[in-house]
């Protein structure tokens, strides 16, 4: 099996109206996520897969992208970047939430990387 799609996102300039938007036309149930400014989870029992609906950052006011999770975030930046995509955000960790990263492919489309999360050691 190839790496699966794990998460996506639809950002804009004001994340709180946007998840009303989708939660009114599909039924999603996007709930604030504690601690993090206009960025709402959506649970994959709604949409197939679990994403979020939130506010973009500065140099990326609005998008949509899916999140592929892979072993290695830094090789598979390597590889892409090797074939003709370039790395827009490095491999980034939040503690406890999710360690990931954006690429650009050829065309310009924004796509992220989650690195898969390796059990912890007894």
Known sequence: ????????????????????????????GATEAPGMDQYHLVDAEKTGVGGAIGKGVEEMP??????????????????????????IMPRTEIPGTVTFALFADPAGNVVG???????AAD
């Open 62 to 87: 609005s998008y949509v992208t899916i999140y592929i999770q892979v072993d290695d975030i830094n090789d598979h930046l390597a590889k892409i970047e090797g074939a003709g995509g370039s790395s």
């Open 1 to 28: 099996m190839g790496n699966p799609v794990v998460h996506w996102e639809v950002m804009g300039p004001d994340g709180g109206k946007l998840a009303s938007f989708y939660n009114g036309l599909f039924d999603w």
């Open 113 to 119: 990387l989650v690195e898969e999360e390796t059990p």
